[in-house]
């Protein structure tokens, strides 16, 4: 039998309220159940018009509270990742700035598995990979390429004192050409084994890794000619001879 006017006025009003707030298409079609049902329609009709099961309706008109919204919720809108608290997101993040080497581990690189099986054991909170990999994509964390640099194994003193030497050289070659040339050669170098690493990281950003490679190299050099006596190495090393 139709419940017409089983609402207060308040409860209707904020009923109505919510209607026009609430984000989540399901919620709303509750309220509506709601609402049809205090102006009198039966849940046959209401089912009719909103195009769902009678079941549905008789349900939501039962276990549904005008005063509570949360009671509209079902189990399914709760959620996988329910169970990552905000501590268990902190520590996630914390963990990403580390190296895994840090922690005792011999692996070079966090995976979205190794990064649950981690925080199990410190937190006790189990969750599986594809949830870590969904609570960091939120966090806007992609799994990419990292960009490999050997700026760490660089002599920045070493590397001070070649500049300064090598700009007196510069000068002395622009004032008297005659007297003095120099030379730049470059080097490259191909790694037989070469290790790729994937890494988690920020957009926008590429986080940098240590270029170090295995045993296993094949190294050339050619000279971008501007001169003579005077020779600038890619390592730093200063050479000095008669032309």
Known sequence: MPAA???THEQVKKLQ???????????RERILML??????????????????????????????DPDNRESLKDKRMEG?????TEEYVNLLLE???????????????????????YLHEITGIQLSGSQ?????????????WGKYSLESKRDEEERKEFKKKLSEYLRIEKETPELLQVWFWDESGFSLRVIRRKI???????????????????NG????????TFTGLGSGEVQEGVE
């Not at 996988?80 to 990552?84: L, S």
């Not at 190296?99 to 581990?105: D, K």
């Not at 988690?200 to 094949?218: A, F, I, M, S």
Request: proline share 3%.
């Open 132 to 144: 870590v990999r969904r609570i960091l994509a939120k966090k806007k964390y992609v799994y990419i």
């Open 35 to 64: 609402l049809l049902l205090n102006d009198g329609k039966t849940q046959a009709q209401i089912a009719q018009f909103i195009g769902v099961s009678i079941n549905t309706v008789c349900h939501w008109c039962i276990h549904g």
């Open 221 to 228: 050099a050619h000279p971008a000619v501007r001169g003579g």
């Open 95 to 117: 963990t990403l700035s580390k190296e895994p080497t840090e922690l005792g581990y011999e692996f070079g690189r966090w995976t979205a598995h190794r990064l649950a099986t």
């Open 200 to 218: 988690w990281c920020k957009k926008g950003k590429r986080k940098q890794l240590r270029g170090d490679r295995r045993n296993g190299r094949v």
């Open 5 to 7: 006017n089983c609402l």
């Open 80 to 84: 996988n990742n329910k169970k990552a």
């Open 17 to 27: 309220k919510a209607l026009k707030e609430e984000p989540n298409g399901k919620i």
